[in-house]
């Protein structure tokens, strides 16, 4: 099957998940790498919110891009009131010209509570949906200022709008929204509410066929809506290099990569689903002790199996199909080290992941 295929105008890298730090990006730099990115083939362009704000990049993005979609991979809700984003999806889908889409994530509680400085009143499933239902609201009033769409809920109100704040109508109202998730609550509230779901790479192969394919087909009934038109994204794990030698390197690193991301209490489920018990509250514990260069010991070679595509380069693309094929509409590629500079081995990659 083809694929659409997407990747990070500012990913982490490997050093970044270790706990060493992160690049500094300029508006030069952006501005190239999205050029790039749209000539060898892309068809998307994704700002995930990894230590900088996720929406900025998109605006430098959308002036020097003429094609690929741009979107949030993801934007952090809670801290975010629902107009506040509502106005930046509003502006980046007019400059964008209809371009955008607003992928939005629930984060975790410590996050929200510590980082964020945002209440955590109640579990954040019920609190996305009102999230999602108001941003749907206040975009319809945006668009027809005369006959605004309000929406009241627990958690959410959205009760006023006058003229002098509403942006106004523009070509493209019709803002996309994903809903990031690693959990059947998320899923179903995606297949329900949104134009597509964002996989939380933690998600394993084997749980997203038996666990997350099921509640967003769940979700979708409960709205009459049609799987065919729902974009699942994944954005696979990877371990790649030239020969074994680097593979075996490549897998090390992902290490880190996939123990981070363990390590969150509110992904043990997937690791549970494998009979992984006890694994998560030992990454846990150690990220808590700040202990991270101890924590990827403790992800084997079938771990990585589950999670990851491994491949060398020359092989890749048949690779990604192979374990994507019925999973995944859209693939983020991922790429770290050699191969995120490697531009001609991108072209190949996504030329190939374009065919039947």
């Known amino acids: 099957m083809a694929f ?13 998940y270790a706990g060493n730090g992160q690049n500094r990006p300029s508006l030069a ?6 050029r790039q990115m749209e000539d060898i083939g892309y068809d998307g362009l994704t700002s995930p919110e ?18 690929v979609k741009l979107g949030t991979n993801v934007a952090v809700a809670f801290p975010r009131s629902p107009m506040v984003t509502a106005q930046l999806a509003w502006d980046l889908a007019n400059y964008a010209g209809g371009r955008f889409t607003l992928g939005l994530g629930s984060q975790v509680k410590g996050h929200n509570e510590r980082r964020y400085s945002t209440a955590w009143p109640s579990p954040p499933g019920p609190r996305m949906r009102e999230y999602l239902l108001c941003l749907q609201a206040i975009f319809q009033s945006f668009q ?8 009241e809920g627990e958690h959410y109100r959205f009760t006023m709008l006058p003229p002098f ?16 998730a690693a959990n059947p609550y998320m899923a179903r509230l995606s297949g329900e509410l949104c134009e597509g779901l964002r996989l939380h790479p933690i998600a394993t192969f084997r749980y997203t066929r038996e666990v997350i394919l099921p509640a967003v087909a769940e979700g979708a009934a409960r709205s009459n809506r049609d799987m065919a038109a729902f974009d699942l994204i994944g954005a696979p794990f990877m371990a790649l290099g030239r020969n074994e030698e680097e593979l075996e390197k490549s897998k090390n690193a992902l290490r ?14 997937v690791l549970d689903h494998h009979g992984w018990d006890g694994l ?11 202990k991270w260069a101890e924590m990827p010991a403790l992800i084997t070679d079938d771990m990585l199996e589950e999670w990851a595509v491994i ?21 983020t590629l991922v790429l770290l080290g050699e191969a995120r500079n490697d531009l001609e081995l991108q072209r190949e990659i996504i030329a190939r992941l374009h065919r039947d």
């Open 280 to 290: 998560g509250m030992k990454l846990h514990g150690l990220s808590v002790a700040n």
């Open 29 to 34: 730099s952006i501005a190239a790498v999205a």
């Open 50 to 67: 990894s230590g900088h704000d996720p929406f900025l990049p998109l605006m430098i993005a959308a002036e020097h891009t003429q094609r």
């Open 4 to 16: 659409r295929v997407e990747t990070a105008l500012m990913g982490p890298d490997t050093e970044q």
């Open 144 to 151: 027809n200022p005369a006959k605004p769409a309000y929406f």
């Open 165 to 180: 704040f509403n942006p106004g109508p523009i070509d493209y109202p019709r803002v996309p929204l994903y809903a990031a």
């Open 256 to 269: 880190k990569q996939i123990a981070f991301y363990a390590s969150t209490r509110s992904y043990h489920t």
């Open 311 to 331: 491949s060398t380069y020359d092989k890749l693309a048949d690779a990604i199909c192979a374990k994507s094929a019925g999973v995944f509409n859209t693939v």
